[in-house]
Each structure stands twice: as C-alpha cells, then as structure tokens.
C-alpha cells in the first residue's frame, strides 16, 4: 500500500466517513470526507482525528474539509436521477433518505459549514464555509474559545466578499441537548447597518462547533444583504 | 477488449491495496468505456457505505444522487455494454475493500488502533536493515504504562483500557511523520524514532506528557532506550537493552 491508500482506509475506519476524496492543488492536497449523520464522540471528535490521521500520512501542505449529511424522512427526498444502477433489488430497499443540504435544513442560498478545526500546539482555530461551491476558510486564535469559532466564522464569511464588520455582543453555552450536543447562543451587532441585533442559535458536536453553526445561522438570514 | 471486472479478478489476490484497486478498475472502465464518469457504491460490514469515483476525486454538489445511492456501478453516460459483467465487478470491489479492512486489523492493536507487536517487529527489523545498509541512525525506545495492574484491580478493566487508550492517543498526537508507535504487550508500548538521538527522547516524552485536548492528567509510565548505530545490530538485542535501561530507571525510582 502507498500512503494515500492507507490515509484514505484510515480515513475511511473514522466512525460515520462515507466517501473521501483528494485533490491536489498547486500549494496543497485537499482531503475532502463525507460524514453521515452521527454525532461525534466528545473524545473524538472526527475532524480533529482526520486532521491528525492527514497529518501523520501527509508531508506537504493539507487542508480536512468535512461535509456532514443530515437525515430527513424519506418520502421529503426527491427520488434521485438514476443513471445507471447495478445493484441488488434488497439492498435498494434500505436506503435512507439522507441529502446533503445546509444546517438549518433550507435549501436557500445559505453558506454551509464544512469544518471546524482546532489546533491547540499553535493556538489557532480555522472555520471553513462553502458558499455556491466556493470555499473560504476564517481563523482565529483557539484559546478565545466560544468567541473564537465566532470570529472565525465572522473572518470566512468575510472572505466570501462580506464587507461588514459586526461584533460579537456574547456567545453563551446555554446546555447541552438530547444528544448530548453542545448548544451555543450567540448575539451579533452590527451585521447590517442600523438594524437590531442578531441572534443565532444552534447545536454542534462541541462548543466550537455549536458556536460557529450559530454565528453563521445568525449571518445566513442576512446573506443577500451583505454580500 | 478487456473486461475490468476479469482484470480486477485477476490481480485481487496479489494486490496490497483493496483501495487502489477500486481505483484503478474505476478508472480502467473511464478509459475502456470512453466514460465521463464512473462511482461505485460499496456497502462493507464493518466501515458501512463507502463511495468511490473514479479517479480519487471529492464528491462536488453534483454527485447528490451519490449520496442516496444504494450500492451498485454508477457511470455517466450509462454503460450500455451488455458483455460487461457489472456485478461482478461490484461484488469484487466489496471484497478489494474488505480485504484492506481484514489487512488493516491484523496489523493493529484493536484498543488503541497503534501498531501490533507483529508489526512492530516488521517495522524494526525494516529500520535496522536500512540503518546497516545505509548508516541511518534512529531511537528505539519501550515504554511501560505504571500500574496498570492497580489500576484494574481497583477501578476495574474499563478503567485500564481508557488508560492504554489514552497513551496512544497522546503518542499519535505527539510523534512525526516517520516515527512508528505500537502496544506490543498488555502495558507496553514501543516506538521507532528516526533521526533522534537519545537525549531528545526526553524531550518528546515531555511532549507526551504535557499533550493538550485531554480531560486528565497523562497516565504514569516510565521508559528505556536503546539507539542504532551502537548498541545493537539485530533487533532482539535492540529490545533487551531497552528493556534493561526501562528496569532500570523503574529499579532507580
């Protein structure tokens, strides 16, 4: 086996990974998972592991970009265009109704959160969105913590061509929820000019990610007036 | 004309990498069948669904239909090849796959997903012929979990896992590219580390020690070294000096 073999089966060992994918560009390699709808154990969470498995396989430049699908009952799924199946007539039965759609469930113009990335060794945390199959990645330091993944969040929408520059007025753990996910409320002034404050909230597989789900749940309503 | 399905047949035996056989079948069938396109949808027991497209490409907001695609051969345009046997190519890649899966358990350690102690060996006696061919110098250092026993004994066996589990955590958290851990015992873990003289090993382990991300104190564990060129030439007695200078330093506590 050569290395990318055996990063793509340990990537692919990660609990939830259904697909991976390299692409190599001019100044890094690209390794793109698909995760199905689980959430991550606390201990191990899934992109900080394929960031450490990429890490220890990979010696030039990389970046993890993880795309979660979300499960909706399947009648609410189009049927998807078939265009050419071998597959055994059983094994058709028990598919899910599983589509890859944004965080707040709308099929809008919204941006979508691929990862959030923490690094501790060199205190930086990275956020990466997806907007109309253009990706942007936002950093700030890690130890700031909740306000971190929200200035991050900030920082990546901004590099979507965003010009504004709101800030955080708090962004609060409220508890966890059923599934024991994190659930983070966060208050942004300044989004749009004169307007009231904004506020998201939203669950996530950590603070962090709950953070950032909420800040971009909050900036999303606001998409078509600041880009 | 070939048919892939009898090429994958044919080298599925021979082959390393389940992987790079889906892969290359795939893109055989792009390049045989003058496709655009070619995914497959694979359902494994143990790692569940798995989707491949045809040269190792990321899925792109086109390939939704992937995504709530039962298994099968998936190509653009449609493959209209009556003489092409396409389940049998699938059935292939689900054992190409499984077969990676199998290799890959065989070669670690269950509990913490670290090398075994088979592996290891392989591993080292692999650094020491390179180092007496070509004068590479690395550090083998054995390293023992404290307590292990008391901790099983009086927490109870959950408790020592998550202990074992931990270090490794901390190792893969810790060591370069290049450098190879293992469990090779029931509280031993071992490490090839090339390029580093003994003195930094200290430095390293500190490194383990002080690891960020995790909710408890590093486990205790002590540890012995043992360096090529110079102490040993064979791997046997590589270990037995690791191992004494590890008594040791337990010995000296």
């Keep these: 086996m050569n290395s990318l073999d055996d990063l793509e089966l340990e990537l692919r060992k990660l609990p939830g990974v259904k697909a991976a994918g390299f692409d190599e560009r001019e100044d890094m390699l690209l390794v793109q998972l698909h995760l199905g709808d689980r959430i991550d154990a606390p201990e191990h969470p899934v992109p900080i592991d394929a960031s450490r498995i990429v890490a220890r396989h990979i010696e030039e430049r990389t970046a993890v970009e993880i795309v979660r699908w979300r499960s909706f009952p399947a009648a609410a799924v189009a049927a998807p265009p078939v265009v050419d199946v071998t597959a055994p007539a059983a094994a058709a039965e028990g598919v899910a109704g599983e589509v890859a759609i944004d965080d707040t469930g709308s099929f809008g113009r919204r941006a979508r959160l691929l990862a959030v990335l923490a690094f501790p060794d060199s205190d930086e945390l990275e956020v990466h969105l997806i907007l109309d199959g253009r990706r942007t990645i936002g950093r700030a330091v890690s130890s700031s913590g909740l306000l971190g993944a929200v200035e991050a969040t900030l920082a990546a929408v901004r590099e979507l061509g965003a010009t504004f520059t709101p800030h955080a007025l708090f962004a609060r753990e409220i508890e966890n929820d059923a599934d024991e996910r994190a659930v983070v409320a966060v208050a942004l002034e300044g989004v749009v000019d004169d307007a009231p404050t904004d506020y998201g909230i939203a669950a996530g597989a950590s603070p962090i990610d709950a953070a950032a789900r909420s800040t971009l749940a909050a900036l999303n309503r606001r998409l078509a007036q600041v880009l | ?253």
């Design chain 2, 1 to 253: 004309m070939t048919d892939p399905s009898e090429e994958l047949l044919a080298t599925i035996a021979t082959t390393d990498s389940g992987i790079a056989l889906i892969y290359q079948s795939l893109d055989a069938l792009v390049e045989q069948f003058s496709l655009e396109d070619a995914a497959v949808v694979l359902e494994e027991r143990q790692i569940g669904r798995q989707i491949f497209c045809a040269g190792r490409r990321p899925l792109s907001q086109d390939d939704d239909e992937l995504l709530v695609a039962p298994p099968g051969l998936y190509t653009q345009p449609a493959l209209e090849h009556d003489d092409f046997d396409r389940s049998l190519m699938l059935s292939l890649c689900v054992l190409a796959l499984r077969l990676d899966v199998v290799r890959y358990d065989a070669w670690h350690d269950p509990l913490t997903g670290l090398y075994d102690r088979r592996s290891f060996i392989r591993l080292l006696e692999m650094a020491i012929a390179r180092s007496n061919r070509y004068g590479w110098q690395f550090t083998l250092v054995v390293l023992d979990l404290d307590h292990l026993k008391v901790v099983n004994d009086t927490e109870g066996h959950p408790a020592g896992d998550a202990a074992l589990r931990e270090l490794g955590d901390r190792f893969r958290r810790v060591l370069r590219i290049g450098d190879d851990a293992a469990r090779i015992g029931g509280d031993e873990f071992a490490m090839i580390l090339p390029n580093t003289p003994p003195e930094a090993v200290e430095l390293l382990m500190e490194r383990v020690r002080s690891a960020e991300g995790f909710d408890r104190p590093c486990p205790s564990f002590s540890y012995g070294w043992a360096q090529i060129p110079g102490d040993a030439t064979e791997h046997e007695e590589l270990m037995k000096i690791a191992d004494q200078r590890l008594y040791e330093k337990k010995a000296g506590r």
